[in-house]
Nanobody, 115 residues
Framework: QVQLVESGGGLVQPGGSLRLSCAAS????????LAWYRQAPGKQRDMVAF???????NYADSAKGRFTISRDNAKKSVYLQMNSLKPEDTAVYYC?????????WGQGTQVTVSS
């Protein structure tokens, strides 16, 4: 059974930082491209960042310079370090794993940026 379990969300003030984690099980982790998506209320789910099997990363414009995605294949985990958070970063953040036509999602973790 495949599971992606996110953690690390919470309430943070504008300008603060959070580190999201996603632990995977049931997949050959190092074969998957991994990504973080987010979905704000009433909006579509958008990609924030992804990291390939080889470590190549790509970021949404809104995340460039503030967020960093990384992976630890030994721990079967992917991370999203988020700095300089803004109220518009408030959303549910989802972990995603893709290999060819197989795609898996975590249950999401809430990030709220507010003073």
């Amino acid at each position: 059974q495949v599971q992606l379990v996110e953690s690390g969300g919470g309430l943070v003030q504008p300008g603060g930082s959070l580190r999201l984690s996603c632990a995977a099980s049931g997949i050959i982790f190092n074969a998957y491209t991994l990504a973080w998506y987010r979905q704000a209320p009433g909006k579509q789910r958008d990609m924030v960042a992804f990291i390939s099997t080889g470590g190549t990363t790509n970021y949404a414009d809104s995340a460039k310079g503030r967020f960093t995605i990384s992976r630890d294949n030994a721990k079967k985990s992917v991370y999203l370090q988020m700095n300089s958070l803004k109220p518009e970063d408030t959303a549910v953040y989802y972990c995603n794993a893709v290999l060819y036509r197989s795609t898996y999602w975590g249950q999401g973790t809430q990030v709220t940026v507010s003073s």
